[in-house]
């Protein structure tokens, strides 16, 4: 994922779920927030340690952002998304992982045209 698409700053996930909505199925918590002043979406993920140890961390991250590159050019715009793993994700294979991640975009209408 480029960089100009992630969130990185320990500010801008605060601005986000201070700010933003949120909205979460059994794997996966979402938080965005409309930014007018960005001409695409950022994304950031948080894994916790309650979830496994890094080996298990990096590929839940690595799965979440193969299936939002997947997604990308139906996400909206002018969004930051901060996406939290919960523990079912541990298992989840990259399937799962897309489907789960659609549902919330879908019902949080951040897809440009509805699927």
Do not use: C
Request: glycine share 4%.
């Amino acid at each position: 994922m480029k960089k100009q698409f992630r969130i990185k700053k320990n500010e801008e996930f605060q601005a986000t779920f201070k700010h933003g909505k949120s909205f979460a199925n059994r794997q996966l918590v979402i938080y965005y927030r409309k930014k007018e002043d960005q001409n695409h979406f950022r994304v950031g993920l948080s894994v916790g340690k309650k979830i496994g140890n890094a080996v298990v961390r990096n590929r839940i991250k690595r799965l979440l952002r193969a299936s939002f590159q997947e997604l990308e050019q139906d996400i909206k715009p002018y969004y930051d998304i901060v996406i939290i793993a919960r523990i079912p994700t541990r298992t989840m294979s990259y399937e799962m992982m897309k489907k789960s991640l659609s549902h919330l975009l879908y019902k949080e209408k951040l897809f440009k045209h509805s699927k």
